[in-house]
């Protein structure tokens, strides 16, 4: 091949990808076998909350296993080292359709004041404390000894949707845009 033959191919195929691509428009009347009709989302896949689980161990304990339902179906497990006044917090979303779960556990035979909540979009709605004492022997017939759950749904706890003009919404007890401040106190 000569320079030229080379150079010629060479600005073809430069200028093939400096040239912009054309697309088809869509034609005026489509078809009823071209429109695709809006997909549904699924009831699981609808508005997701906001989950905070909190757990805290007070007392000396080992073995401290904290479980939680996590986005996904899935369920995380923890096993932090918990000193008394430490607080494990873990965050995740949950949909409307789901139960927001968390049991927090110690091995025996320990013994330590147990303390869960759950927050659903910065909402308290679930809190328990329980006090594990302490045994000799390991409790055979509750498995539970030395746990405590806490569980709430999320679809009881309304998410608030954003404001349409990205302002934040003013407090309940602000005064209208617009109004008088109050009169100072009278002393």
Not at 162 to 176: F, K, L, V
Request: net charge negative; aromatic share 4%.
């Amino acid at each position: 091949m000569t320079r030229a033959a080379t150079a010629a191919a060479l600005m073809l195929t430069v200028g093939a990808l400096l040239t912009p691509a054309t697309a088809s428009a869509d034609p005026e009347n489509p078809s009823p076998s071209t429109v695709q009709p809006a997909q549904q989302p699924a009831p699981d896949q609808g508005l997701l909350s906001n989950i905070t689980y909190r757990a805290r161990i007070d007392g000396v304990s080992r073995g401290a296993t904290i479980t939680y339902e996590a986005e996904g179906n899935q369920q995380q497990t923890a096993n932090p080292t918990m000193i008394p006044g430490r607080v494990f917090e873990a965050q995740t979303v949950l949909p409307q359709s789901a139960t927001a779960t968390m049991r927090v556990s110690i091995q025996w035979p320990y013994s330590a004041n147990l303390h869960c909540e759950i927050l659903i979009n910065d909402a308290l709605v679930a809190q328990a404390d329980d006090f594990i004492s302490p045994r000799a022997l390991p409790v055979k017939d509750d498995p539970d000894y030395g746990a405590l759950t806490c569980e709430a749904p999320v679809a009881g706890v309304p998410s608030a949707p954003p404001p349409a003009d990205g302002n934040p919404a003013p407090p309940a007890d602000a005064p209208p845009p617009g109004a008088a401040p109050p009169p100072p106190p009278a002393t």
